[in-house]
């Protein structure tokens, strides 16, 4: 069953911390897409890759780090810099490479809350 | 700079009523543009998307759009609205030289009432 898995579904940081939220997919999608969400905000993208071994930043990608050393995996930290990390986030896939057609799949999302 | 803007925050529709969703945008070059719809805690679905051709587009669960490049929007409709059709729905654009990212409108959530 294809899809994008987002892990955990609910975390819990103490300030200070840093987090790692997983994503990965087996769709053989090329692109992949974090977003954070905030009510009343939409989406605001935070990373993308493109392809393996490259990413850029997006909009709010102060005090947020990824990687992307495999295909099906683009995991995303959270680190002690983000002062306000306390949101909804969202990853997302999309294929092929440099399409401006293909429309983008969303995970199930994973709810991140400072204590 | 690209942007969309969903002008409602709220949409209220009685059940079996026509509904209307709105969405214009503001990009420079030709825009590709999505509509996606979230229940509560969910990823966001696609629903549909238009690229090129017939201004008129399809999508999932009856829903359509219209694109019109004058006054620039893309509002989704619905001849008839169901209950189950509540949610919060968010407009996208993607324009070709931005390698593929989206940029998203701050959603508009549609409540359907019995």
């Known amino acids: 069953d294809g899809g994008i898995t987002q892990s955990p579904k609910y975390l819990f940081r103490k300030e200070g911390q840093n987090v790692t939220l997983s994503c990965e997919q087996n769709l053989n999608h090329d692109a992949m897409y974090w977003y954070r969400q905030d009510p009343g905000q939409g989406l605001r993208l935070i990373y993308y890759s493109q392809i393996v071994n490259d990413f850029q930043k997006g909009d709010i990608a102060e005090g947020y780090s990824v990687s992307r050393e495999k295909k099906e995996s683009f995991p995303l930290t959270v680190t002690s810099a983000q002062k306000n990390p306390t949101a909804f986030y969202l990853c997302a896939s999309s294929s092929p490479i440099r399409s401006t057609y293909n429309e983008q799949f969303f995970g199930p999302g994973t709810r991140l809350t400072v204590l | ?114």
């Open chain 2, 1 to 114: 700079a690209q942007s969309v803007a969903q002008p409602e925050d709220q949409v209220n529709v009685a059940e079996g009523n026509p509904l209307t969703v709105k969405c214009t945008y503001s990009v420079s070059g030709n825009p590709y543009l999505f509509w996606y719809v979230q229940y509560p805690n969910r990823g966001l679905q696609f629903l549909l998307k238009y690229i090129t051709g017939d201004n008129l587009v399809k999508g999932s669960y009856g829903f359509e759009a219209e694109f019109n490049k004058s006054q620039t929007s893309f509002h989704l409709k619905k001849p008839s609205a169901l209950v189950s059709d509540s949610a919060l729905y968010f407009c996208a654009v993607r324009v070709g030289s931005t390698l593929g990212r989206l940029y998203f409108g701050r959603g508009t959530q549609l409540t359907v009432w019995p």
